[in-house]
């Protein structure tokens, strides 16, 4: 059974920071791709940053461009995603998501194929 586990969220005040972990478990996804999405009460699931599990290779959206920074360790089977001067706007739940294939579009939810709890993100200004 497949399971993708958050960790590392929480509130912090505007301009700090904080460290997301997605742990997978039940297969190995060295050969695709994980991401990170999140979801603000009222709106729609969105693009945060992407990872191609093999070779590394970055992809982010403008709105967290130079702020965040994503990364992986192959031999935990983890992707994190450093978050650095934080703003209350980015306030969500944010969830780790893996896609079996390293190329796929990075901002859209249906090319992943599975997907953690999510974890809640606060940042009071």
């Known amino acids: 059974q497949v399971q993708l586990v958050e960790s590392g969220g929480g509130l912090v005040q505007a301009g700090g920071s904080l460290r997301l972990s997605c742990a997978a478990s039940?297969?190995?996804?060295?050969?695709?791709?994980m991401g990170w999405f999140r979801q603000a009460p009222g709106k729609e699931r969105e693009f945060v940053a992407r990872?191609?599990?093999?070779?590394?290779?970055?992809f982010y959206s403008d709105s967290v461009k130079g702020r965040f920074t994503i990364s992986r360790d192959n031999s935990k089977n983890t992707v994190y995603l450093q978050m650095n001067n934080l703003k209350p706007e980015d306030t969500a739940v944010y969830f780790c998501?893996?896609?079996?294939?390293?190329?796929?579009?990075?901002?859209?939810?249906?090319?992943?194929?599975?997907w953690g709890q999510g974890t809640q993100v606060s940042v009071s200004s």
């Open positions: 998501a893996a896609d079996l294939e390293p190329w796929g579009t990075p901002y859209i939810p249906k090319n992943y194929d599975y």
């Open positions: 990872i191609t599990m093999k070779i590394g290779v970055t």
């Open positions: 039940g297969r190995s996804f060295s050969e695709g791709a």
